[in-house]
Nanobody, 122 residues
Framework: QVQLVESGGGSVQSGGSLRLSCAAS??????MAWFRQAPGKQREGVAR????????YYADSVKGRFTISRDATKNTLSLQMNSLQPEDTAMYYC?????????????????WGQGTQVTVSS
């Protein structure tokens, strides 16, 4: 059974940190990623990591502030978010693909979690 369950969202002040986690089950996922969606905006890719190589890719908006990681033995995905800004406020989604998809196109990811809310106040 495919399940992606996010946790770790919450409210934080500008400059603060949060760590998101995603517990995955169902398949061996070759690529896992985090997306986010703010009210009235399109879903945006944040970061992606490959299972085999551990290669990471980040959106320009989060480079140097966010770190994606994966524990293959536990099949969990994490996103460490530092120096959070109000523009980071969004619902954050864990997503996965059984293929090593390139980039952060949401159409390439078949499996999605329900999301966890991150709110950053100024």
């Amino acid at each position: 059974q495919v399940q992606l369950v996010e946790s770790g969202g919450g409210s934080v002040q500008s400059g603060g940190s949060l760590r998101l986690s995603c517990a995955a089950s169902g398949y061996t996922y070759e690529a896992m990623a985090w997306f986010r969606q703010a009210p009235g905006k399109q879903r945006e890719g944040v970061a992606r990591i490959y299972r085999a190589s551990g290669l990471r890719y980040y959106a320009d908006s989060v480079k140097g502030r966010f770190t994606i990681s994966r524990d293959a033995t536990k099949n969990t995905l994490s996103l460490q978010m530092n120096s959070l800004q109000p523009e980071d406020t969004a619902m954050y989604y864990c997503t996965a693909s059984t293929r090593a998809v390139v980039g952060l196109n949401p159409n390439h990811y078949k499996y999605w979690g329900q999301g966890t809310q991150v709110t950053v106040s100024s």
